[in-house]
C-alpha cells in the first residue's frame, strides 16, 4: 500500500475578510503525481504557501510523512471574523514552522514567478540549495577545511545540471538564461535540497508548446529517478492531463472536485468554473 | 568545457600583486622618513580597508543595510585600550578613578581578539532585536545603537572601566611594532607593515567566508529571502551570523584605529565615521573586497593629504584662488561622492574582485590575436 506522504485537512487562509482557501482537504501518496488546478485567483499559489509556511493557515492542518507541520485554529480577533468552517476542530494544538524547516523535512518547491539568485552563476545557484544538508560548520568551512563535501556538493550540483540539461551554461548568470531554462534550473535547484515532495507552481508558464512537451517528459522522468511525489500547479490542460495521476480543482478557494484525469474532464462543475457555466 | 579548474592563472597574478603591495611597504617604509604623509596614509588606509570589508559583508553580500559600524568600532578600540595599558601607566591614565578597575594588561594579539569578540557580542545581543527588521528600519535601530553605545561609553558611572569621557591613553600604538636596538634607535621600521599585516589575515579571512558555503548562503538571502527561506536557510541564524562575524571585524578595525591614533575618545565615534565608512563601501562597489580595499586607501589619500590644499589659502602668482579656505575640501568631497552615485554607482570595481581584473585582460588579449 502507498503511503501517504502530505495530508491536508479542512485547511482554510483567511486575509483580512478574504477567504482565500476555503475547507480544502487533500491527501497525496507516495510516488504520485497530483495535480490543482483552478480558474485565475482561486487559491492555488495560497494553499501552496500554506504547505510551505510561507503562510499560517487560519484553520486546518497539514501534515508531512504523518506528521503535522502545520496546524491552527482562528483565535482572538479573527476568531470573530472568521468566515470558513469547523473553527473548533483544531484547537487542541499549534504547529508552526518555518520554511526552512519545512525544507529540511522534504518538502521543495518552485516558484511561480521565478526567484533564481540574480547574483550567481548556475552552479552557484544549485549549491546554495545544498547548504542545508552540510556537515561542516562556520569555521570549518571558513577555513576551507571541508574540501571534500565542497568537492562532493559540486559534483552533485554537476550531475543534477546534467539531469536538467544545464550542464553547459553552469557558468552563465542565472538571470541571463531563457525563461524556460530558468524554470528548468529552479527545478534544479529544488532536487538540489533532497526533496520527498516536489510541489511545482506553474512550471509551463511562458514556456512555447514544445517545451511543454518536454517538460511532461522530464517531470515523470525525475519523478522516478529522485524518487519523488510531486504536486503541481498548473494551467495547461494538456500537460495537467498527460502527467497527473489525480486532479483537484478548486474555485473561489473551495474543492469544487476530484478525480483522475478522465472524470475531471467529464465533471459540470469543472467545466462550469472553467467556462463560466450557469448559476448554481 | 573544462571541468578541473585546478591551476588557475588570474588567482596566482592576484597572489603577486598582494605580495608585491606587501614588498613595496616593507621596502618604501626602511627608505623615507618616518614621518612621510604616505605612512600616515597607508595606516589610516588599512584599518579603514578592514572596517569597509566588514561592512561590505554585511551591505554587500548580505543585504542588509547597517549603520552601526562606529559603535562597533568604539567597542573595539576601548576592549583594546583598556586591555593592553601598561599596569604601570594605569594611575596616570585613570587618574580620576583611583587607575580604573582592570589591574592587568595583555599582550596585543589577544587583546585584538578580546577586542573583535566584544564587539560581537554587542553584535549578537543587538541582533537579536534588530535583524528581524528590514532594510531602512535596521539602518536606523543600528545607527541608534551606535549613538547610545558612544554616550554610554562617557557615562561618568562607567569611568573606572571606559575613563569616563576622558581620553585612553598609553596602550601599545602602531609605533611599538619598530624593532629598536639598546639605545632607542630604530632598527627595522615595521610600523606600516603591522597593520597591513593584521588587516590582510582579518580580511582573507573574511573573503575565505565569502567563498565558502555560508557565504553563497549569504549571498542567496541578498539576492532574494523568500528563495532562500524556502532553500532550506535559515534567515535569522544566518543574518545574526554575518552581523556578529562583520562586527568581529569592525572590533578589530576599532582596536587599529586606536594603535593608529594613539589615544581615544567615545566622542569621536561619531555617525559622521560609519558615512566615512558607507562612502568608502559604495565608491570601491558595494559588494567587492577589492574595491573597498583600494577605495579606502583612496578615500584616506584624499582626506589627508592630496586634498588638503583645498583647506588653505593658495597663490598662483598675485592671484588668490577664490573659495578655497577652511572646509572647503569637504564641499568639494560631497561634490566627488554625488558624481559617484549619480554617474558611477557601480564604484570602482563593481562586484569584480582582484582576479576578474587579470581574467578580463587575457580574455581580451585573445580577443586581439583571434
Known amino acids: 500500500m502507498s503511503r501517504n506522504v502530505l495530508k491536508i485537512e479542512h485547511m482554510t487562509m483567511q486575509f483580512g475578510g478574504v477567504v482565500a482557501v476555503h475547507d480544502l482537504s487533500m491527501e497525496i501518496n507516495e510516488g504520485e503525481i497530483v495535480a490543482l488546478i483552478g480558474p485565475n485567483g482561486a487559491g492555488k499559489t495560497t494553499a501552496f504557501n500554506c504547505v510551505t509556511s510561507v503562510y499560517e493557515p487560519t484553520n486546518g492542518r497539514v501534515s508531512f510523512m504523518g506528521k503535522p507541520i502545520a496546524q491552527n485554529s482562528p483565535n482572538k480577533k479573527m476568531r470573530k471574523i472568521y468566515a470558513g468552517t469547523m473553527p473548533d476542530a483544531f484547537t487542541d494544538k499549534t504547529v508552526r514552522m518555518s520554511p526552512d524547516q519545512v525544507t529540511k523535512l522534504g518538502i521543495a518547491r518552485t516558484f511561480q514567478n521565478i526567484r533564481l539568485f540574480g547574483g550567481m552563476t548556475v552552479l552557484e545557484n544549485v549549491m546554495t540549495a545544498m547548504h542545508l544538508r552540510r556537515k561542516s560548520n562556520m569555521f570549518t568551512a571558513t577555513l576551507h577545511l571541508n574540501m571534500k563535501e565542497e568537492k562532493a556538493m559540486r559534483q552533485k550540483a554537476m550531475d543534477l545540471l546534467e539531469t536538467v540539461g544545464l550542464k553547459e551554461l553552469q557558468d552563465e548568470m542565472a538571470t541571463s538564461l531563457p525563461y524556460g531554462k530558468q524554470r528548468l534550473l529552479e527545478i534544479a535547484r529544488a532536487l538540489a535540497t533532497e526533496p520527498k515532495l516536489l510541489l511545482l507552481d506553474e512550471p509551463a508558464a511562458g514556456m512555447n508548446p514544445q517545451e511543454t512537451d518536454e517538460l511532461s517528459a522530464f517531470i515523470k522522468r525525475i519523478k522516478d529517478q529522485f524518487n519523488l511525489t510531486v504536486f503541481v500547479i498548473e494551467h495547461h490542460m494538456n500537460l495537467i492531463m498527460e502527467i497527473s495521476d489525480r486532479i483537484y480543482v478548486v474555485d473561489f478557494g473551495k474543492l469544487i472536485a476530484e478525480g483522475t484525469p478522465a472524470e475531471i474532464q467529464e465533471n459540470p462543475a469543472v467545466i462550469a468554473a472553467y467556462l463560466g457555466g450557469e448559476d448554481e | 568545457m573544462k571541468t578541473k579548474k585546478k591551476f588557475n592563472p588570474a588567482m596566482l597574478w592576484a597572489a603577486l600583486v598582494i605580495v608585491l603591495v606587501y614588498v613595496a611597504v616593507f621596502i618604501t617604509e626602511q627608505l623615507l622618513p618616518a614621518s612621510s604623509m604616505l605612512f600616515t596614509v597607508l595606516k589610516k588606509g588599512a584599518t579603514y580597508a578592514l572596517v569597509a570589508v566588514s561592512m561590505n559583508l554585511l551591505n554587500g553580500f548580505t543585504g542588509l543595510f547597517s549603520l552601526g559600524q562606529a559603535g562597533f568600532m568604539l567597542i573595539g578600540a576601548y576592549t583594546y585600550a583598556i586591555f593592553t595599558i601598561p599596569v604601570a601607566d594605569r594611575m596616570n591614565v585613570y587618574q580620576y578613578y583611583n587607575g580604573g578597575l582592570v589591574q592587568f594588561a595583555m599582550p596585543v594579539v589577544p587583546a585584538l581578539i578580546m577586542a573583535g569578540l566584544a564587539a560581537a557580542l554587542f553584535a549578537f545581543l543587538i541582533g537579536l532585536p534588530v535583524l528581524r527588521l528590514k532594510s531602512d528600519y535596521l539602518a536606523i ?211 569584480k574582485e582582484l582576479p576578474d581584473l587579470f581574467k578580463r585582460k587575457k580574455k581580451s588579449q585573445q580577443e586581439v590575436k583571434a
Request: charged share 15%.
Open chain 2, 141 to 351: 535601530a543600528t545607527l541608534g545603537f551606535a549613538e547610545i553605545i558612544r554616550a554610554i561609553f562617557q557615562w561618568n558611572k562607567l569611568g573606572a572601566l571606559t575613563n569616563g569621557s576622558n581620553i585612553l591613553r598609553e596602550f601599545p600604538t602602531f609605533n611599538d611594532f619598530n624593532i629598536r636596538n639598546a639605545e632607542g634607535e630604530v632598527t627595522l621600521y615595521l610600523s606600516t607593515l603591522v597593520p597591513f599585516l593584521i588587516a590582510g589575515v582579518c580580511i582573507a579571512l573574511i573573503v575565505m567566508l565569502i567563498n565558502s558555503t555560508f557565504g553563497r548562503s549569504l549571498r542567496a538571502i541578498k539576492d532574494d529571502e523568500i528563495a532562500a527561506e524556502a532553500m532550506g536557510i535559515n534567515l535569522f541564524h544566518h543574518k545574526q551570523m554575518s552581523f556578529c562575524i562583520s562586527s568581529f571585524f569592525a572590533g578589530i578595525g576599532g582596536a587599529m584605529l586606536a594603535m593608529y591614533q594613539s589615544t581615544i575618545q567615545a566622542k569621536a565615534f561619531t555617525s559622521a565615521m560609519t558615512y566615512e565608512i558607507l562612502l568608502i563601501v559604495v565608491i570601491g562597489g558595494i559588494g567587492s573586497v577589492t574595491g573597498s580595499c583600494i577605495s579606502s586607501f583612496l578615500f584616506v589619500a584624499c582626506s589627508e593629504w592630496w586634498l588638503r590644499f583645498l583647506d588653505q589659502k593658495q597663490m598662483i602668482g598675485n592671484f588668490e584662488v577664490p573659495l578655497l579656505r577652511n572646509g572647503f575640501r569637504l564641499v568639494v568631497f560631497s561634490i566627488i561622492i554625488m558624481i559617484v552615485v549619480l554617474f558611477f554607482r557601480q564604484g570602482i570595481m563593481g562586484t
